[in-house]
């Protein structure tokens, strides 16, 4: 027997929905699906069984990179891609991702310049921008988007946080859609105009929020973040001797060998090095 059945819309997402089925006849069966433990048919051929499905509820997800390893020079630019979809079949609604830019300092303005303006395959994505909020994410309402001193236009403002609006607010996520934004990001100071310093580590945050009332399949996937450096250098160096250990010390007139450890865990060449070992 083969049929098809439609989840009704008042389905609870999330909850299983069991759906039964009983077999019985009009004679008596030697294994009826009720035996006792201990008779030699339990468990085979059982009379009842049933089947689950659970509507899922839905699961916006968001992805961020960045090519080259985040590798930038300072003044120079570089593009983060910000990817976002829904992974199950359930709609979201009110979709809207908020994008940190980076603020190494902590000193709750950006620390790097937008250039231009964020790109997107959904054409009809929008874009909101704000400025330096105290190291806070300001808040926002995907139904008025330009309130709460958010901007249509980036133009004379030192960008601290944008929004990218799904499809304008217009219609729900779909699992059928794959949202691909491209911020570009230069390795300049906004507040002081000159380029960034090398040796800093730039991290840029990006959240995605939706309003469905039902929940989250997943909520581990809401955020993304990815990581850009200015090239610098950083020596280390290292002394151990082999005396060293549970009897340390060594005796007069023994030898002992020292060993020297150096390297380099910037993330730009040095030229030019050398040790000095002093006895």
């Not at 230069?186 to 800093?200: R, S």
Request: charged fraction near 15%.
């Amino acid at each position: 027997i083969t049929y098809q059945a439609t989840v009704m819309n008042n389905a609870v997402l999330g909850q299983a929905l069991t759906n039964g089925a009983h077999i019985e006849g009009d004679i008596t069966e030697d294994c009826n699906g009720n035996e006792t433990p201990g008779d030699p048919c339990i468990g085979n051929y059982q009379n009842d069984t049933s089947a689950d499905v659970t509507p899922p509820q839905t699961d916006p997800y968001v992805t961020k990179t960045v090519p080259n390893g985040g590798i930038v020079e300072p003044d120079d630019n570089i593009t983060f891609t910000i990817e976002y979809s829904n992974n199950t079949r359930e709609p979201a609604t009110d979709v809207y991702l908020i994008d940190t830019l980076p603020d190494f300092d902590g000193g709750g303005t950006p620390d790097m310049k937008l250039v231009g303006v964020p790109t997107s395959t959904i054409a009809t994505d929008e874009f909101y921008y704000h400025p330096a909020n105290s190291g806070v994410e300001p808040t926002f309402d995907p139904n008025t988007p330009a309130s709460g001193n958010w901007l249509a236009s980036p133009v004379g403002m030192d960008v601290a946080y944008i929004a990218i609006l799904h499809d304008g607010g217009n219609s729900s996520l779909t699992d059928s859609e794959v949202g691909t934004v491209l911020v570009t990001l230069q390795a300049n100071d906004p507040d002081t105009d000159v380029k960034l310093a090398a040796g800093l580590t730039l991290t840029n945050y990006v959240e995605i929020h939706f309003s469905n009332v039902a929940g989250d399949e997943n909520t581990t996937n809401n955020t993304a973040e990815a990581t850009a450096y200015t090239p610098g250098a950083d020596l280390f160096i290292e002394k151990t001797a082999n005396n060293e250990g549970v009897l340390p010390g060594v005796g007069l007139g023994e030898s002992m060998v020292y060993t020297i450890t150096f390297g380099n865990s910037g993330n730009e060449d040095v030229c030019g090095v050398y040790v000095t070992d002093t006895f």
